[in-house]
């Protein structure tokens, strides 16, 4: 079909032109022409992120979980989208693994925390503490009981003068709580002063005024008594709220994370940790919140949220929202009863700020963001409420991330290496085999488009390793045409003429090229199976390698040694 | 230019020799990989956190060091990176709890001490110790897989002996590769396993070209003592051999010297794998093709004896 030059010559020019046009800078999605070649995330810096849905308890079922990963991909997705990121390659791999591929991202930590967050909103009234505190006897007996008292850690008791201390830290707390809550800008805002109401101060101080006086005055017989708990939580002045030193909150989580405790917390409370630290003297705080575990809304009643902004007064930025008809209802409802009380805004656990509910809210509020957030995390929080929530938390099992300055290094560092070993190999192909050397070159460089308008039309990703496999892949080319040129000569001492000699030598050295491309090829493809990311770059540059190098040495090389054979002077020899 | 016309060199006289050679060198990689208490995994495989920053001024090590420590990565390992101003900042673990993973509790508390601008992330790889284990698991598959699979290719194409001396020489490679890398204190990682199968891959091809022409050798000569015809084949594809190994070193040292330092690991392990897939097609598994072949002439000569006593 090929036999003759002409026909063989079409074919490779067709193959030339196909290979061009793919090489051929395209109009991406955004009108900008951009390079043909999709460069991995390790070139061009970006980051890859593989999530799992989190349920370390294993309390879902399949179908759940099915489910849930479906809704998870959507939710990714939507954001995503919002977050504007060229190309993002958003998969499900498996049964429970989502991989999000964002190329060419300035600020990886951001874009994680877009994915990742829950988003799980949820407005709850705040608690008056006092059934808690009443509980707190009992739970602290039962941390006793769990842990057992040897296991516990020994609590410094409060010194006297904490009262005095705790005053001065409520005034911290207070200026740093109340900026929130002030902004009241809005004409229908969630917003007040964060209990600014003496009665809950008095109680308050009150309150740990016993509980510090109880361990003071016991000091000396602590067996007597132990006070795990209660000995960590500082009365805050304000209601529903203790404080508790950052240090000890790993070990309070530890004693509430026991189930006889979570038992013991009156019916229909919860607590939920404060999201802001606050600083109170030497030591840093968070609060821990009495909540009502029925939330009176949740980001489900949503119907749009943003656009983020700062208000001018307080510096501080919210995020307007607006529920939809039924959340409306709902709301109002919920607030009418509550005026007065402090509403917390608890984002994925965490409570965001608990104002005043002045008056009863319905369609259009806002949430308050602590005062050390940027308007950047305001807008990043209106974006993932209009996206939705993700049905279940999320953990991401793997992370890779590369900056655009490192990719960029390896990008030219790969071109220069690619480019200086691509000239010594012809340069050494040349001086060795002379005339079938400069065919060497000119096949060679056939194949160097061949595999690059490959990797283009199959819309295959160019990483590092793949330009290793490039790089191995030109050497079985050379290895091919080497194996040839061997045979030629061989056949040419034992006296065949030129002709011969050339069609015995491809023909002899066939099977071997065969064999070594074909082992090679599977290696290459298991290792497409069974890799990920880089490896897989590597895995497809090598297959299409290995098939453009087997092609060019076959089919190329012969065609040019058709050509040498007609022009030669008859009876001429051929200079190999 | 012509390299090795006619060469007679007598390869297979001077096998044992090789294989003691071999020897040493397999021994050495085994004493260095023991004396290393195993070999070196890098997250891939063992899941762990890895960041790599650049910071715009010089940063002592001690510093960074006690800033990390103070976040409470005590067990982080601080590694510099060509200059006082980029680190490699490897932990054990990784964890992720939505929003409070190690990535950002280390990014906050590198930005604390030094600035939210004084530095840039580089490069972040934190793996689950769940994903480390499948991607560990599907390591050893691919290794495993590509190895059978060629087997089987080896047997169709050739006789089952040459797929013997073929895994023979195969393992040899694999084995001295893996003491290089403990040696030099390379990390196992998804990149050095892909360096690995080329190397079987290379090797396997450099095999393949002697073996084929024992083939066609065997064939045309059948008078001729197995030993020679080994030999002469050899010697036969020695130009290929050394030309091919040759450009592809080539090429290898291009990537190592001017590919960069992500590279430079991956370069340098194929350029081992490239000289020892070299020798081993050469003492390893043509040698081996003519044990197996003596090993059965003995057996048979042994069975003729033995039917003729009875």
Same mark, same amino acid.
């Given at each position: ?9 079409? #074919? ?14 395209? +109009? ?20 890859h ?16 979980? *099915? ?7 959507t ?6 989208? +919002? ?27 951001r874009?994680?925390?877009?994915? +990742?967050?829950?988003?799980?909103? +949820? ?12 509980a ?64 809950a ?6 309150t ?24 960590l939580? #500082? ?7 203790? #404080? ?5 909150i ?32 030497a ?48 709301f ?7 005026v ?28 308050e ?58 340069? #050494? ?17 056939f194949?160097?488009?061949l ?92 297959v299409?390698?290995i ?5 060019? *040495?076959?089919?190329?090389t ?19 | /230019? ?9 390869? /297979? ?6 294989? !003691? ?21 890098g ?7 890895? @960041? ?11 510093n ?31 964890? $992720?709890?939505?929003g409070?993973?190690?990535? $950002?509790? /280390? ?25 480390g ?30 797929? @013997? ?10 084995? !001295? ?8 204190g ?8 892909a ?8 090797s ?6 002697v ?29 290929r ?11 290898? /040292? ?20 490239? @000289? !020892? ?6 003492? @390893?598994?043509s040698p ?23």
């Amino acid at each position: 079909m090929f036999g003759t030059v002409r026909a063989r010559i079409i #074919l490779i020019a067709v193959l030339l032109l196909l290979c061009g046009w793919a090489l051929l800078p395209k +109009e991406g999605p955004t009108g900008e022409r951009e390079s043909p070649l999709k460069l991995g995330l390790d070139l061009q810096g970006g980051m890859h992120l593989a999530v799992e849905i989190d349920d370390p308890d294993g309390t879902l079922d399949a179908a759940a979980k *099915a489910d849930a990963i479906d809704r998870t991909l959507t939710t990714i997705r939507n954001r995503i989208d +919002e977050f504007g990121v060229r190309e993002p390659t958003i998969q499900r791999v498996g049964d429970a693994r989502i991989v999000v591929e964002l190329a060419g991202i300035d600020d990886p930590e951001r874009a994680k925390s877009i994915v +990742e967050r829950t988003a799980f909103l +949820e407005f709850k009234i705040v608690r008056g503490g006092e059934e808690f505190r009443r509980a707190l006897p009992r739970i602290d007996r039962i941390i006793v009981r769990e842990i057992g008292a040897e296991n516990l850690e020994v609590v410094p008791i409060l010194e006297p003068e904490t009262p005095t201390g705790l005053q001065e830290l409520l005034q911290g707390a207070d200026s740093a709580a109340a900026e929130p809550g002030a902004a009241d800008a809005g004409a229908d805002t969630t917003t007040s002063g964060t209990g600014t109401d003496t009665a809950a101060t008095g109680a308050g101080t009150d309150t740990a005024a016993t509980g510090a006086g109880t361990d003071t005055t016991t000091g000396g017989e602590e067996e007597q008594e132990l006070r795990p708990l209660t000995a960590l939580l #500082l009365e805050s002045g304000q209601v529903g709220q203790f #404080l508790v030193r950052e240090q000890d909150i790993p070990t309070v989580e530890r004693y509430l994370a026991l189930e006889a405790v979570t038992d013991a917390i009156p019916r229909g409370a919860e607590l939920k940790w404060g999201v802001e630290p606050i600083a109170g003297g030497a030591d840093s705080y968070r609060t821990l919140f009495v909540l009502e575990d029925e939330p009176l809304l949740t980001g489900e009643d949503l119907a749009d949220a943003g656009p983020a902004a700062r208000d001018p007064t307080f510096n501080q930025p919210y995020v307007p929202f607006e529920t939809t008809r039924r959340g409306a209802r709902k709301f109002e409802r919920g607030t009418s009863r509550h005026v007065g009380d402090l509403m917390a805004i608890v984002l994925d656990n965490k409570v965001q700020s608990a104002p005043v509910i002045r008056q009863t809210l319905g369609r259009r509020a806002q949430i308050e963001m602590g005062t050390g957030s940027s308007l950047q995390e305001a807008q990043d929080l209106a974006l993932v409420l209009r996206a939705g929530a993700l049905p279940q938390p999320i953990r991401i099992v793997e992370e890779r991330s590369v900056g655009p300055s490192l990719g960029a290094d390896s990008v030219r560092q790969g071109k220069m290496a690619f480019a200086i070993g691509i000239i010594l190999v012809l340069l #050494l192909m040349v001086a060795y085999y002379r005339v079938a050397g400069v065919m060497a070159v000119i096949a060679l460089s056939f194949y160097v488009v061949l595999l690059l308008g490959g990797l283009a039309g199959l819309g295959a990703t160019l990483t590092l390793p793949g330009i290793a496999g490039i790089i191995l892949s030109i050497g079985m080319a050379v290895d091919a045409n080497v194996l040839i040129f061997e045979r030629i000569r061989e056949e040419l001492e034992a006296g065949k003429t030129p002709r011969t000699a050339v069609d015995t030598g491809f023909e002899a050295a066939l099977s071997a090229i065969v064999d070594a491309n074909l082992t090679t090829l599977i290696t290459a493809i298991i290792l497409f199976q069974f890799g990920t990311g880089p490896v897989r770059g590597f895995a497809v540059t090598l297959v299409i390698g290995i098939l453009a190098s087997f092609f060019t *040495a076959i089919f190329v090389t012969r065609t040019l040694f058709m050509i040498y054979l007609d022009r030669r002077a008859a009876g001429a020899p051929i200079k190999i | /230019m012509r390299l090795f016309k006619d060469a007679k060199y007598p390869f /297979m006289a001077g096998r044992r020799r090789a294989y !003691i050679a071999s020897a040493v060198l397999i021994g050495l990689g085994i004493a260095s990989i023991v004396l290393h208490g195993g070999l070196k995994y890098g997250v891939d495989f063992t899941g762990g956190t890895l @960041v790599q920053v650049e910071f715009n001024e010089q940063v002592d090590a001690a510093n960074l060091r006690s800033v990390v420590e103070e976040a409470g990565f005590a067990g982080a390992a601080i590694q510099g990176f060509g200059g006082d101003r980029e680190y490699l900042v490897r932990l054990q673990t990784f964890e $992720e709890v939505a929003g409070q993973g190690e990535v $950002e509790r /280390m990014l906050a508390a590198i930005s604390a001490a030094f600035g939210e601008d004084g530095y840039t992330v580089l490069r972040v790889e934190a793996v689950g110790p769940k994903v480390g284990s499948e991607l560990q698991r599907k390591a050893v598959l691919a290794i495993l897989m590509s190895f059978v699979l060629t087997l089987i290719y080896l047997a169709f194409r050739f006789e089952w002996r040459f797929g @013997v001396a073929a895994v023979v020489a195969t393992i040899h490679d694999i084995l !001295i590769t893996f003491g290089f890398i403990s040696l030099v204190g390379i990390e196992i990682t998804l990149g050095t396993v892909a360096a690995i199968l080329t190397i079987v891959g290379y090797s396997l091809n450099d095999t393949i070209v002697v073996f084929d022409r024992i083939r066609e050798n065997l064939r045309k000569k059948r008078k001729e003592p197995y030993e020679t015809t080994l030999n002469r084949s050899i010697n036969e594809t020695l130009p290929r051999t050394v030309l091919t190994s040759g450009t592809t070193l080539v090429t290898l /040292m291009a990537l190592f010297l001017f590919g960069g330092s992500v590279i430079r690991p991956f370069a340098m392990v194929l350029i081992l794998g490239v @000289v !020892i897939g070299t020798y081993s097609s050469i003492f @390893v598994a043509s040698p081996a093709l003519l044990e197996i072949e003596e090993y059965g002439r003995r057996r048979a000569k042994a069975q003729r004896a033995h039917a003729a006593e009875a």
